[in-house]
C-alpha cells in the first residue's frame, strides 16, 4: 500500500536513488580497491579488528605399549602409557591467549588382560585406565567383555564400561565473536583472562569479562519469551559415561548376520547453554534493566555440564549374502537416539546424529575374469544439528556410488571408472561447511 500522495513511480524513483546513494562508496570485486580491502580484512586478527584467525597451536603425543604375556603365564596381558601436551598459539584471535600461548598436558597408563576358557568358546576381556588432566581430578575407567562361541559360526559378545571425556580446547579456552553470538570457553583461568569490548546503543565502548558471563547473565531462550532466569554458570569439567552392549554374530556360508545394541548413560555431560549479558549495570540489583531495554547486551554460548542424566541408545543390523553364487549383496541398517526428556532446554546437546542410517551394496567379482564392479546407495533421515556456530536442520538425503573394474591382461594393466554421489544432487553434512557434490574418476594402473 502506498500513501496517498507517494505514487508507485515516486516509491521507485527514491528507492533508485537510495540504492544509488549506497552504491558510491561499495567495492567493486576484482578491483585493486576491493583486493587490498580483502587482503587486510583476511590478514588483520579478529582481536584487531580483522577476520583473521592466526592459530599455530599444536600438540605433542607420545605413546608406548608394551606385550607382556611372556611374564604371565596364561593370559594375554598389555600395558601401556599415553602423554599429551597442548600449546594453544592463537594470539588471542580464537583463543583467549591474549599475553602468551597456553599451556597444559594430560596423563594416562592403562592396562588390559585377556584369557580364554573351555578351549576358546570364551574369550575374557578386562581392563582398566587411568587419566589424569593437569586441570581435572585423576579418573579411573574400568571395562569388561565377553564373547560366547555358540558354535564354530555363531557367537554372542557383551560389555560394560565406563568412560570420560575431557573438555575440548574450545569447551575450555575459546573467545570467539562469530556474529550471532560470542563463544567463550570457561576453564577457570580462561575465564579469568576473558575480555572483549563492545559498541553501546550511545556509542560507549564497554568491556564484558568472563566474570560478568559467568555471574551476570540470563537464559537467552527465558529472556525471548519475556522471562528473566538467572543464567547460573559454572565452569566446565569432565563428562562421564556408563555403556553397555551386546550383540550377536553368524558367519554362514552364504549369509553372515550381526546384531548389536547398546546403552550409555552421560553423567555431567558437556553441552552449550546461551546466556543474556548486558554491557552494563547487574541483573541481582535491577540496574541492568537499561541495558536491556536499550538493545545493549550480547548473547554468549558457553559449554557447561548438565546436572541431568543423559541417555542414548543405538541399534545395529548388518546382513551379507551371496546371491546366484555370483552377486554379493550387503545392507546395513542403524538406529540412535537421545532421551532429552529430561535435559535441560536451555542446553544444546549437539547429539547431532540421524535416527536412521542405512546402507546397500551390490557387486560381483565372478561375472568375468577381467571385469567386476560395485554400487552403493546411503541414506540417512533428517536431523537437527547443533552447534555453537549454528543450528540448523540437515535434510534427508540419498547418495548413490559405482565403480567398475577391467582387467586389461595384454597390457598388465587395470582400468577403474567410477563415481561418488553420481547423481549430481549436493548435500551437505554440516551447516556452515558448503555443500558436498559429486566427483567422477578414471584411473589408470600399469604394471611392467
Not at 61 to 75: I, T
Not at 333 to 347: A, G, L
Not at 386 to 398: G, H, K, N, Q, R
Request: proline share 4%; glycine share 8%; aromatic share 14%.
Amino acid at each position: 500500500m502506498f500513501d496517498y500522495y507517494v505514487t508507485p513511480k515516486m516509491n521507485y524513483m527514491a528507492h533508485a536513488f537510495a540504492r544509488g546513494e549506497a552504491d558510491k562508496n561499495m567495492l567493486i570485486p576484482g578491483s585493486d580497491a576491493f583486493k587490498a580491502a580483502y587482503y587486510n580484512a583476511t590478514t588483520t586478527p579478529i582481536s584487531s579488528g580483522g577476520a583473521a584467525i592466526q592459530d599455530n597451536s599444536k600438540s605433542n603425543n607420545f605413546e608406548v605399549n608394551y606385550n607382556a604375556s611372556d611374564l604371565v603365564s596364561g593370559f594375554d596381558f598389555q600395558i601401556g602409557a599415553q602423554a599429551r601436551q597442548y600449546v594453544l598459539n592463537s594470539a588471542g584471535s580464537l583463543f583467549t591467549d591474549y599475553d602468551e600461548p597456553i599451556e597444559f598436558s594430560q596423563l594416562g597408563v592403562y592396562t588390559q588382560v585377556q584369557r580364554d576358557l573351555f578351549d576358546g568358546a570364551v574369550k575374557l576381556t578386562g581392563s582398566m585406565r587411568y587419566d589424569k588432566s593437569q586441570y581435572f581430578d585423576g579418573t579411573f575407567t574400568p571395562r569388561l567383555g565377553a564373547v560366547v562361541a555358540l558354535s564354530p559360526n555363531q557367537n554372542i559378545r557383551f560389555s560394560y564400561q565406563t568412560g570420560f571425556m575431557n573438555p575440548s580446547t574450545q569447551d575450555m579456552y575459546i573467545g570467539l565473536n562469530v556474529g550471532s553470538a560470542v563463544l567463550m570457553g570457561s576453564s577457570p583461568d580462561s575465564i579469568d583472562r576473558f575480555k572483549m569490548s563492545f559498541t553501546g546503543s550511545n556509542f560507549n565502548n564497554y568491556t564484558v569479562t568472563g566474570d560478568m558471563v559467568m555471574n551476570n547473565g540470563l537464559i537467552f531462550q527465558d529472556f525471548v519469551a519475556g522471562t528473566f532466569t538467572p543464567g547460573n554458570l559454572k565452569p566446565v569439567e569432565p563428562q562421564h559415561v556408563m555403556s553397555r552392549e551386546f550383540g550377536y554374530r553368524l558367519n554362514g556360508k552364504k549369509v553372515s548376520i550381526d546384531l548389536a545394541a547398546h546403552w550409555s548413560t552421560f553423567n555431567n555431560f558437556i553441552a552449550s547453554k546461551q546466556v543474556v549479558v548486558p554491557l552494563y549495570g547487574s541483573i541481582a540489583n535491577g540496574s541492568a534493566l537499561a541495558a536491556l531495554a536499550a538493545g545493549d547486551f550480547k548473547i554468549f554460548s558457553v559449554d557447561n555440564n548438565t546436572d541431568e542424566k543423559v541417555q542414548t541408545m543405538g541399534v545395529t543390523v548388518g546382513l551379507d549374502a551371496k546371491i546366484l553364487d555370483k552377486f554379493d549383496f550387503g545392507t546395513t541398517f542403524s538406529y540412535n537416539e537421545m532421551d532429552r526428556s529430561n535435559i535441560d532446554p536451555s542446553y544444546e546437546t549437539g547429539f547431532n546424529t540421524p535416527k536412521i542410517r542405512t546402507k546397500f551394496s551390490i557387486g560381483s567379482t565372478e561375472l568375468s575374469d577381467d571385469f567386476a564392479f560395485n554400487v552403493s546407495a546411503r541414506y540417512h533421515n533428517a536431523f537437527m544439528w547443533e552447534s555453537s556456530f549454528m543450528d540448523a536442520m540437515i535434510p534427508a538425503m540419498w547418495t548413490f556410488d559405482a565403480a567398475l573394474n577391467f582387467d586389461v591382461p595384454e597390457l598388465n594393466s587395470k582400468v577403474k571408472v567410477g563415481a561418488v554421489n553420481f547423481t549430481g544432487k549436493d548435500y551437505m553434512m554440516m551447516p556452515g561447511s558448503g555443500m558436498i557434490g559429486s566427483q567422477y574418476y578414471v584411473t589408470f594402473t600399469f604394471n611392467p
